[in-house]
């Protein structure tokens, strides 16, 4: 069986850094992720604005769930923004069901 991949293509501008991701967010790829906005909020000049550009996403199970809402929080402490942007329907209707999408930024597509 082939390992799902997640890939993120990063694009900076110089207030905010969006994510472009495609593929699978999952107990398997959520550790990446994670560690990519983390490094962001870390930096001596955070961006006040992340953007996680969801386009490409096939798939998000409870654990990517969860850690989309843990990055959010984390970036609120950090003073800045965590946005996902261009959200399928599948992954809308999860949030709905999980009560998750209060907890999370949803702009519209730009």
């Known amino acids: 069986m ?3 991949e997640l890939s993120i293509a990063v694009e900076r501008a110089p207030d905010e850094v969006v ?3 495609a593929g699978e967010i999952d107990v398997l790829t959520v550790a990446k992720l994670s560690a990519m906005v983390n490094e962001t909020l ?3 000049e955070p961006p006040s604005r992340i ?3 969801m386009s490409g996403v096939t798939f998000c199970d409870s654990q990517g769930l969860g850690t989309l809402v843990v990055l959010s929080r984390k970036a609120q402490h950090a003073r ?3 946005a996902l942007t261009n959200v ?4 809308l209707r999860v949030l709905d069901i999980t009560g998750l999408r209060s907890a ?3 702009s519209s597509s730009t």
Do not use: K, N
């Not at 399928?88 to 992954?91: A, Q, Y």
């Open 2 to 4: 082939e390992r799902p």
């Open 19 to 21: 994510f472009h991701l």
């Open 42 to 44: 870390l930096e001596p």
């Open 51 to 53: 953007v996680l550009d």
């Open 80 to 82: 800045a923004v965590l």
């Open 88 to 91: 399928g329907d599948f992954l």
């Open 104 to 106: 999370l930024m949803i």
